[in-house]
């Protein structure tokens, strides 16, 4: 119940592709939903991150969409650039435990110029 | 840059040593956490640390694990005895209220 299911493991796409990587999740206590981005060698590093109470959001080229009733969250991608390759992990954060974060499986990028 | 500092940035000992890692703060924040990630896989929680105390903790941090904050300031996870399976980078992160974690750049831990 406490998973956090992420696909697809890998992901390559062209410079300018919207890559798409999608989470799925079982707790409904669940109420806190980042998107990490992380660079070899690096810490997570938070990249945005959405509320149940919304549907979407978008922070530069990102754009979180949430499905509450299906209990499913994805991350978007615009005009993607050689610079994103990364890995990316989807998590979600209990309440009121917030910095006890459920990490996805990741999700490794790769744009190709 | 990080506002958590780890040191160190790699760490390599024998199965059976005990192994100190830490964690520098830059702000003067309550909540800590210890996050692992085995090489290619997910990050795993831990433990977290609230007011100089345990608050939560995960099965994988068993009695060969601890953590203190000895000085106010420093944050340190101990392993006592050091298995093979313990290899990975292990991450400091603070958090502030319902606010997103901040991780530090890790310390990779290599146990031979």
């Known amino acids: 119940q406490q998973q956090v299911k992420q696909s697809p493991q890998s992901l390559i796409v062209q410079k300018g592709g919207i890559p798409i990587i999608n989470c799925a999740y079982e707790n409904t206590a669940f109420d806190y939903f980042p998107w990490y981005q992380q660079f070899p060698g690096k810490g997570p590093a938070l990249l945005i991150a959405?509320?149940?109470?919304?549907s979407e959001k978008k922070e530069g080229r990102f754009t979180i969409s949430f499905n509450k009733s299906a209990k499913q969250f994805s991350l978007h991608i615009m005009d993607s650039q050689p610079g994103d390759s990364a890995t990316y992990f989807c998590?979600?954060?209990?309440?009121?435990?917030?910095?006890?974060?459920?990490f996805g499986d990741g999700t490794t990028l790769t744009v190709k110029p | 840059e990080p506002e958590v500092t780890q040191t160190p940035s790699h760490q390599v000992t024998q199965m059976g040593q005990e192994v100190i890692l830490r964690c520098v703060p830059i702000s003067n924040h309550l909540y800590f956490y210890w996050y692992r990630q085995i090489l290619g896989q997910k990050v795993e929680f831990l433990v977290s640390f609230y007011n100089n105390e345990i608050s939560e903790k995960s099965e994988i941090f068993d009695d060969q694990f601890s953590v203190e904050r000895p000085d106010g300031s420093n944050f340190t996870l101990k392993i006592r005895s050091t298995k093979l399976e313990d290899s990975a980078m292990y991450f400091c992160a603070r958090a502030q209220g319902n606010s997103p974690l901040h991780f530090g750049n890790g310390t990779r831990l290599t146990v031979t």
């Open positions: 959405i509320r149940p109470d919304v």
């Open positions: 998590a979600a954060n209990p309440d009121p435990h917030a910095g006890k974060s459920t």
